[in-house]
């Protein structure tokens, strides 16, 4: 894993064209704040700015579908033996036991041995911004020309044709995902949360008002980019001293803008300013203890909220500072060692997080294991009962579907299995936390986008399009 961490260079991202299917498929810092452009323009504070680059998502079509026989994992926590799930509409129409009424006329599926689980959400990926082929060309995912960036949002940078993305939908039941910008900079920018589904642009992938994120990062990565170019920061205290220049940047912008009077735009500030607004949400990379304790006190001191500590792999050392301040941690399984700051991990992180009450999410960062989060959270569940601590399979998934979903600000629409929500369900061949697990049908709001069985119901990427091995999902 070394190659990982360091600038995320090798990241990979698709967008697919679908093949006609019966079940409904078309055919298809520096200190002095961040750097914007010169020529902005003047608002006024009354004024709301339209949200440019809005999402054109419309679901693929679907039928009217009910799973019985199925065991039900519904994502947060709770367990059905012999349960029905039924979808219409692309919603989630009733979940429940052998009793659960199956309207007639509506496809049925005989679930027997399969287990279903809501769809999997990948909280921390670089798909579309780092995407096969992983040459420089393809390589957006940092804006490494200052410290702070919050100006530059991830969603400039994906090219929906990736090839990631199809893979981890039919390998891995991926279903949502956030694509964020690298580790580069203090200040990434703002992440974007998308359907996993193939569209022709961003903005058709964009899960429909799903909050922004920003990214942010501590420790070696920043550091190290800019002390290696004889800037601040080229330490952590340098770190931090740069990020708490810009909130204070940010705090008088704010003021600007809530004052009344004219104000001149500013890209990064806009984004800073809806963090402290509390409209954006901080997604911040973070490995060791000492660090992520320090952060929570700048959050304090500035009055925004971290909602996730990505990496973290020394959040077992303040499980219980985490969980006191409603903070998730989204980490691997058994990363370790790739540098100084991933040294201190331990394969009982997650468990140990899970055993104090904090909140635990299982990320992929890598355009491979994206395809295998269910192993890895199994991985993880193995290591804490190692330890002596049990957690139970209908938990575990909820790692993967609804406190992803509840960290990126859309556990009201998605990531488990209730009434109302987007009918986005993985039907697994057998139980996710096995390792001969695969996805056996996808369904993202209703609509079928991956079967085993049928191969016209597979997602195929534009730029794989006649060449060798197309299509392919192993």
Known sequence: MQKKRQHKHMKSNLRWSIVAAPLALMACSNAEGPKTASATPVAKPA???????????????????????VIVYDGEGGKIDNGVVFITAGKISSVGGPETAIPAGVMVIDGTGKFVTPGIIDIHSHLGDYPTPSVEAHSDGNEATSPTTPEVWAEHSVWPQDPGFSRALANGGVTALQILPGSANLMGGRSVVLKNVYARTVQGMKFP????????????NPKRVYGAKGR??????????????TWIKAQDYKKKRDSGKEYTRDLGMETLAGVLDGDISIQNHCYRADEMALVLDMAKEFGYKVSTFHH??????????LRDNGVCSAVWADWWGFKMEAYDAIPENAA??????????????????????????????????????????????KWLTYNP???LGISDKTGSLKPGKMADLVL????????????????????LMFDASNPKIRPVSDFELGQPGEGDVK
């Open 47 to 69: 004024e709301k700015v339209p949200a440019p680059f809005p999402s054109t998502y419309k679901a693929y079509p679907g039928v009217a579908t009910a799973i019985r026989n």
């Open 209 to 220: 008002d799903a909050p922004y994120g920003m990214k942010m990062a501590c420790g070696e």
């Open 232 to 245: 601040m920061p080229s330490t952590r205290m340098g770190n931090i001293a740069v990020n708490r220049q």
């Open 312 to 321: 973290a792999v020394e959040s077992y050392k303040i499980a219980d500072l």
């Open 352 to 397: 140990i997080l899970q055993n104090t009450g904090a909140c635990v999410i299982i990320h992929s960062d890598d355009e491979n294991q994206i395809q295998r989060l269910n192993q890895e959270a199994a991985k993880a569940q193995a290591d804490g009962r190692r330890m002596g601590i049990n957690i139970s399979d209908a938990e575990v998934i």
């Open 405 to 407: 979903a509840k960290a």
């Open 428 to 447: 697994w061949n057998g139980n996710p936390l096995s390792v001969y697990a695969r996805p056996y049908k996808v369904w993202i709001d209703g609509a």
